[in-house]
Structure formats: structure tokens, C-alpha cells
């Protein structure tokens, strides 16, 4: 065998090995957007929401079709953390919704929310999760989409004076007056845009 034939052979052998690697790649990534797809069809069932956008963001801030239920429960996360670290009686008041959210203990669900409630989220999950919820407000009819909203409130200003005052009572702190003032300026916004 000449220096040319085994170059010649080394040289098919070294394409092959690259054609191999670069199949190999692209079938992997091929069954990682089926896997994206699959998560993001899954959070749109149990969402109602289509807009591949917000399902994107959802699916970048780390929301599963398991923890996509969490989603109405961030807007209560964000006014526990207002002060900078959740009470006792917040938790309770959220894990309260979440129960009647159907989030049951020890679910994929109830781990990622214990998380939130020991590690503040980031601002960009609470800015993004809001824009989420007024989409998914959107698409229900008026009556359900104000008792939703009604709710929402009540819900927060119970989180807000959760700790405050005596025997946690009577006092919203300025911090948590401002959170309820952005969260419910979000949600006119978010009722802006559906009504125009």
C-alpha cells in the first residue's frame, strides 16, 4: 500500500467520523425542539395561551406544563417579597391559594413554589408572568376575566397586610403599597390592550 492510498484512507476515515459527528448533532438537536415543542404545547393545554412568544418566555423562565399552574400565584409571590424577604403568615396565605389552585404538596409544582418562597424570583420572571396572565385574561369572557382580576387584587392586599400592623393587621407598608400599585397598573395595561 502506497503513502497516497493510506492518506487517501485516513482522509475518507477522518470525513466519515465528521459526517457521523455533525448527523449525530443535529439528531440530537432535532429531539431537543421536539422536546421544546412538546413543553410548550403542554403549557398552552393548561393555559389556554397560543402566543408562541409568551409560551417561549415562559418555557425560558423555567415553567413546565407541571409548574405552569404557578402562574397566578406569582403576582402574590412578588408582593411577599416587596419588603425584601416572605413572613410566615404570607407563606401560609399562598400556599392557601395554591391548594386552591389544585397545586398538591409535593408535586413538581409545590417544589418550584417553596423555592420562590426561599429564593426571590427574578425580576424578569415577575415582569414576563405578568404579561403571561393579562394574556391568558384575554381569552376568557368579561365576567370571568373580572372576578379573575378581583380576586387577584384581594388576594394581594391580604398578602400586603399579612404582617403589618399589630397581630399583622392594619399596616401595608409603602413598599407593598407601590408593589400593589404596579401589579394592578400591569393589569390595566394588560386590559388596555385586549380592549383596543
Known amino acids: ?39 410548550r404545547r403542554g403549557m398552552s393545554e393548561r393555559t389556554g395561551v397560543a402566543d408562541e412568544e409568551i409560551l417561549r418566555d415562559l418555557q425560558a423562565l423555567g415553567y413546565t406544563p407541571e409548574t405552569v399552574m404557578l402562574l397566578h400565584l406569582v403576582p402574590l409571590l412578588q408582593m411577599a417579597w416587596a419588603e425584601g424577604s416572605v413572613s410566615d403568615s404570607e407563606r401560609d396565605l399562598i400556599l392557601e391559594a395554591a391548594r386552591a389552585r389544585g397545586v398538591e404538596k409535593d408535586s413538581a409544582a409545590d417544589r418550584q413554589l417553596a423555592a420562590w418562597l426561599t429564593d426571590r424570583p427574578s425580576e424578569e420572571l415577575f415582569e414576563k408572568t405578568l404579561r ?12 370571568e376575566r373580572d372576578a379573575s382580576e378581583k380576586d387577584l387584587v384581594t388576594r394581594l392586599a391580604a398578602i400586603a397586610s399579612a404582617s403589618g400592623g399589630i397581630l399583622g393587621f392594619g399596616k401595608v407598608s409603602p413598599q407593598e403599597q407601590e408593589m400593589l400599585a404596579r401589579i394592578t397598573q400591569a393589569m390595566v395595561r394588560a386590559r388596555s390592550g385586549r380592549d383596543s
Request: aromatic share 6%; no cysteine; net charge negative.
Open 1 to 39: 500500500m502506497t503513502d497516497k492510498e493510506v492518506f487517501g484512507d485516513r482522509r475518507r476515515a477522518l470525513e466519515d467520523e465528521y459526517f457521523h459527528r455533525q448527523e449525530r448533532e443535529l439528531m440530537e438537536k432535532l429531539r431537543q425542539r421536539g422536546l421544546e415543542e412538546a413543553t
Open 132 to 143: 403571561a396572565i393579562g394574556a391568558i385574561l384575554q381569552l376568557r369572557p368579561s365576567e
